[in-house]
């Protein structure tokens, strides 16, 4: 069964920069997506960005696109989310997700999940 196994989460001042990191424990992974996703105290998970595994092509929220990024790595089986110019509203649970499509960024279209990494951002 397939692990997704985040790291690189902490704590960062705003205006600050942070790199996640969600490693793929399996080989070949059967999806062709790969997400992340953020889900803050009190409010509902919310998609951050997405990327196709292989081909690259990438889908970012608008209100995060030119501060987050979303890349791979693909020999060492590995998406990341490179954050920018951190805010105190970015804080949350970060978590990686495998989904079959990156069409959307919906939660409940994509079925692996990491167990999520906690980003704070302080003022």
């Known amino acids: 069964q397939v692990q997704l196994v985040e790291s690189g989460g902490g704590s960062v001042q705003a205006g600050g920069s942070l790199t996640l990191s969600c490693r793929i424990s399996v080989y070949p992974y059967d999806n062709n997506c790969m997400g992340w996703f953020r889900q803050a105290p009190g409010k509902e998970r919310e998609g951050v960005a997405a990327i196709w595994l292989g081909p690259g092509g990438t889908l970012v929220a608008d209100s995060l696109r030119g501060r987050f990024t979303i890349s791979q790595d693909n020999a060492k089986q590995t998406v990341y989310l490179q954050m920018n110019s951190l805010k105190v509203e970015d804080t949350a649970v970060y978590y990686c997700?495998?989904?079959?499509?990156?069409?959307?960024?919906?939660?409940?279209?994509?079925?692996?999940w990491g167990q999520g990494t906690q980003v704070t951002v302080s003022s």
């Open positions: 997700a495998g989904g079959r499509s990156c069409q959307s960024l919906v939660p409940g279209r994509f079925g692996d």
